[in-house]
């Protein structure tokens, strides 16, 4: 064993013990583990203090006593892992702390050591690095996908307060995935594509390109393993036909930029086999039909020289139309900038080509890790940080209103898409969306309040649909209304986690709303049927009931029996039971009043369209509101002789004040003009037409015309049906119910 006293911490700790490891009193060497990796990772923690090594090294120590008799599926004792973690880490030059906790990052979730017993030896920052990084394993969840959404949630929360936490928890990933040769294929696949779906993304997201690559082509191996075998070898071989080729173009381009007088590094780069393999089943092409497997990679002096090479290159090969792309200009959201064009070079071959300066290239290859890598990106790489740091925060809006951490997840997965279109605002500000985003994802990425309330939009000063997609360079302009609201169709086409997770709230805040004021018209119909005014229940009383029930306010206890969770009766006979409520006669329970204006509390069934004249009835089930049929509705007296404890008297209001929907069907003779004259006739009887469609029995005998109308109620209904009648060739009318 070596000795090294310089660089050594003396009489280190015994992380187990809290007590001197050595009496000697010469200083130990750092070399204290004849392990090779390890002699490799104390190398690479020469940038560091003295006295922070002695810490990192100590972090090694306790980690391997924590883990001693673990071992790797491999057989492997287990600290060759948090070893090969914290040496990415050093390699990224991270800070003391953040290797520390690379090293440790497994202790709390694999052993009985504490978060306050790291704090004790390494400080609270470690113990908070290692706590964002450990699984929730204490808690009990419905299934994996329920434990991993939390898990993520935890997590991102921790990589919002620290970004040092992503660049291990991805490191950490990385190891694994080269090192899950022995676990079975399934678990392989799921978390392989566990890494494609998020881990992946964010590295990207965050600018660790390279780290990113190398996530999908390790995911790639473990999901399709012969592919990747078949697409390796062809790669292999492509690299000897090729040679001659790529030495030609690469001469050329040297020369070109030389006769420019341009100082550049010229480099060729492979595509990754996960990138052409997506290609491929993307554009649908053969290995032979993919001709970019290799680009080309300029590096100049700045960013005026960026662009004097864009122009040398552009007159010695024909540029590819549509293909040019300036990220300087326009940086990505992770904080990418790089010129990108496609040239035809020799035989047709078209070459991709990215030009950029050496701060540029370290930031595009190591993102947010460039700021402690490399000098010339401690600026830039200070700026992504911030900027990454708010990307999370915005992530962390779309969890905090959100009780479902699945529902989180699909909305963070939908953020972390890649692909970005650039579009304007009227004032000319650029904003960045993700490729298919359509004008409601544009609103809301302006404000909350401008997607709750458009209408309409203008896309270049042309009036367009609100479900139209957004392309590059287009300018938007958003039209709102005071009252408008929206709508739960929009669900179906919005693309970003933002948009949807705004709607979603506000759709459930609506829903609450007229939930909570269902359940306390239900509540108050019980107590006047018991005796009870509802006004002159005791405050005491209700604090005591919400209590019992688990609640924290009278609305969630409204909104339960609105969304019938939980019985009015039950919640009546509880104010009334301690005889602290006064009370006088019992009175016959009076019908619950329905207007159809009450949201999405009570909802009118689409089997039978009940309109105001028809009796109804109201079915209550758990967790969806109030459902109103009318009493002939065939699926109401089915339900109503199996559940009949489900059913509540209802009555519609005598002035509901809105229009209903029904269907009608029109028997008439197929003649010319039949159509327009149905249809002026529904016009002409104050009536909407939603929908209308034709079925032909015997072309030139007999047509069925069905439509879908909005009534006031039956009176309306029956005036119309009159009206129609009176049109010559119509045969028969009538209402249809399914």
Not at 8 to 36: C, F, L
Not at 237 to 250: C, D, F, Q, Y
Not at 355 to 362: A, E, N
């Amino acid at each position: 064993m070596t000795s090294d006293a310089s660089a050594a911490p003396t009489d280190p700790v015994d992380p187990v013990n809290n007590s001197p490891a050595s009496e000697s009193k010469s200083p130990p060497s750092i070399y204290q583990y004849e392990d090779p990796a390890y002699r490799v990772f104390v190398d690479t923690l020469s940038y560091l203090e003295p006295d922070e090594i002695a810490l990192v090294l100590e972090a090694y120590r306790f980690s391997d006593a924590a883990h001693a008799g673990q071992t790797r599926l491999s057989g492997e004792p287990y600290i060759t892992h948090p070893l090969a973690v914290a040496g990415a880490l050093a390699e990224w030059r991270m800070d003391a702390q953040a290797i520390t906790a690379a090293l440790l990052h497994d202790v709390m979730e694999d052993t009985a050591v504490s978060k306050a017993e790291i704090a004790e030896h390494f400080g609270k920052q470690v113990a908070e690095l290692v706590d964002g990084l450990s699984k929730l394993d204490k808690i009990e969840f419905q299934s994996y996908q329920d434990a991993q959404a939390e898990n993520f949630r935890k997590m991102l929360m921790a990589m919002a307060r620290d970004l040092r936490i992503v660049l291990i928890k991805l490191a950490d990933r990385r190891h694994n995935l080269q090192t899950m040769a022995p676990i079975r294929p399934e678990k392989r696949r799921r978390i392989a594509h566990e890494t494609l779906e998020i881990y992946a993304p964010i590295a990207t997201r965050l600018g660790l390109n390279n780290i990113s690559r190398q996530l999908q082509d390790l995911s790639f191996k473990h999901i399709y393993p012969m592919r990747f075998r078949v697409l390796t070898r062809a790669v292999k071989a492509v690299r000897g036909n090729r040679r001659e080729l790529l030495t030609k173009i690469l001469d050329g381009i040297r020369s070109k930029l030389q006769e420019a007088n341009i100082d550049a590094g010229v480099f060729g780069r492979e595509k990754s086999l996960y990138s052409i393999y997506h290609k491929m089943v993307d554009k649908r092409l053969s290995f032979s039909q993919v001709l970019d497997i290799y680009g080309f990679r300029i590096i100049v002096r700045d960013v005026q020289t960026c662009y004097l090479a864009l122009g040398a290159l552009h007159s010695r090969y024909k540029p590819v139309p549509g293909k040019f792309k300036d990220y300087i200009a326009i940086p990505k959201g992770n904080g990418y900038q790089s010129l990108h064009t496609t040239l035809i070079g020799p035989y047709g071959t078209p070459i991709e080509i990215q030009i950029r300066t050496q701060g540029m290239h370290h930031l595009a290859e190591e993102g947010i890790a460039s700021h402690w890598l490399y000098k010339d990106s401690e600026e830039s790489g200070a700026d992504l940080q911030l900027k990454m740091h708010k990307w999370l925060q915005s992530l962390l809006e779309l969890q905090s209103p959100t009780g479902d951490s699945s529902e989180f997840l699909e909305h963070v997965k939908v953020d972390l898409f890649p692909d970005e279109v650039y579009v304007f605002t009227p004032k000319g500000k650029i904003l960045s969306l993700p490729r298919g985003a359509t004008v409601i994802d544009f609103a809301y990425a302006v404000h909350t309040d401008i997607g709750h309330r458009c209408v309409a939009a203008r896309i270049d000063h042309e009036l367009i649909p609100l479900s139209a997609e957004l392309a590059n360079g287009n300018q938007v302009e958003i039209i709102t209304a005071p009252h408008a609201n929206p709508n739960p169709a929009w669900l179906m086409y919005v693309k970003t986690g933002r948009a949807r997770s705004k709607i979603r709230q506000f759709l459930k805040a609506i829903q609450q709303d007229g939930s909570s004021a269902l359940g306390e018209s239900m509540l108050n119909q019980e107590l006047r049927a018991l005796g009870v005014v509802p006004s002159e229940i005791p405050a005491t009383v209700w604090e005591q009931v919400i209590r019992d029930s688990g609640k924290k306010s009278r609305r969630e206890v409204f909104s339960d029996i609105g969304l019938g969770r939980c019985l009015a009766a039950i919640i009546a006979h509880r104010l009334v039971a301690n005889g602290e409520v006064p009370q006088t006669e019992a009175s016959v329970s009076a019908p619950l009043v329905i207007r159809g204006t009450e949201g999405m509390a009570i909802q009118l069934a689409s089997c039978c369209q009940p309109i105001p004249g028809d009796p109804i009835i109201g079915l209550l089930r758990k967790g969806q509101g109030l459902r109103i049929h009318t009493h002939v509705c065939p699926a109401a007296r089915k339900s109503r002789s199996s559940e009949p404890q489900n059913w509540i008297h209802v009555e519609w209001d005598p002035e509901p004040g809105q229009f209903f929907d029904v269907r009608i069907k029109v028997t008439a003779n197929n003649v010319r003009g039949l159509l327009g004259r149905v249809a002026t006739g529904i016009a002409q009887a104050g009536v909407n037409i939603e929908h209308v469609d034709m079925d032909g029995e015997k072309p030139g005998v007999f047509t069925e015309l069905n439509f879908q109308v909005q009534v006031s109620g039956r009176t309306h209904l029956a005036t119309l049906m009159r009206s129609l009648r009176r049109i010559p060739d119509v045969i028969r009318i009538t209402r249809e119910q399914e």
